[in-house]
């Protein structure tokens, strides 16, 4: 029983410091090569992926990095090519959704305000998928003389159910596992009806690359500066 309490006491010690010092908590972790959750700096948390996931989206994929839990669905809009615009091309517009329902950190999702976080994060992803997916591909065409005559945009909307660090390269390969996941009827412009109009043939999107996204976090220790790869949030939150 004594050695049980000299256990307990150990423990509480060591919570103690790690809400009262999270640093030196940290810190003392890294002096020995190794992270509070046991990993070596340069391992990745533990990653699930599933295709499919949304049923009411042209394509959809969760992605669990660790505690940080992600899931992004597609779906497609048609506009018509305005008058004199010189080679068109379809676009890729991205939201991001943090609230309190994945951290407290974020505010509510009824707040009206967005997190800086999702602001940023969403224009990212959107440099990066507008390179991922060939955009020139997204042009519809008239069924008499070929003629362009509208493009698809593609939506993105990722939302964050759990967050624990990390939600860059977590959106990332959601993203792009989405985007592997759509399926979209082909469209063509009708020049009697003056409408669009989509025949019975799938098709998926055009991809010109795969990207990969690595996140590290930099900490200056006694010995110099250590880099670790896949960050928790608290990590994040330490980071030099």
Wanted: glycine share 6%; net charge negative; with cysteine.
């Amino acid at each position: 029983r004594r050695a049980e309490m000299e256990v307990e006491s150990s423990d509480s010690r060591v919570h103690t410091v790690h809400t009262l010092f999270p640093e030196t908590y940290l810190q003392g972790f890294l002096a020995k090569d190794i992270r509070p959750d046991s990993r070596a700096f340069t391992s990745v948390r533990s990653t699930k992926c599933n295709s499919g996931v949304i049923k009411t989206c042209r394509g959809s994929a969760s992605v669990e990095l660790g505690g940080t839990c992600v899931v992004a669905g597609v779906t497609l809009a048609a506009h018509e090519i305005i008058a004199g615009v010189e080679h068109p091309e379809g676009k890729v517009e991205v939201t991001v959704e943090l609230g309190q329902a994945c951290s407290s950190r974020f505010p509510p999702a009824n707040s009206g305000r967005a997190p800086e976080e999702a602001t940023a994060l969403s224009s990212l992803l959107k440099r990066i998928l507008s390179r991922t997916v060939d955009c020139s591909a997204l042009v519809i065409r008239d069924d008499e003389g070929n003629k362009e005559r509208a493009v698809w945009s593609v939506l993105v909307n990722v939302v964050c159910l759990n967050y624990d660090g990390n939600l860059l390269d977590a959106s990332v390969l959601a993203c792009v596992r989405a985007l592997r996941d759509v399926k979209h009827l082909k469209g063509t412009f009708s020049v009697r009806e003056g409408n669009l109009v989509v025949k019975d043939v799938w098709e998926t999107l055009q991809m010109v690359e795969a990207p990969v996204s690595v996140t590290h976090a930099v900490f200056e220790t006694s010995s110099g500066q250590a880099m670790v790869v896949d960050p928790t949030a608290e990590e994040q939150d330490l980071a030099a």
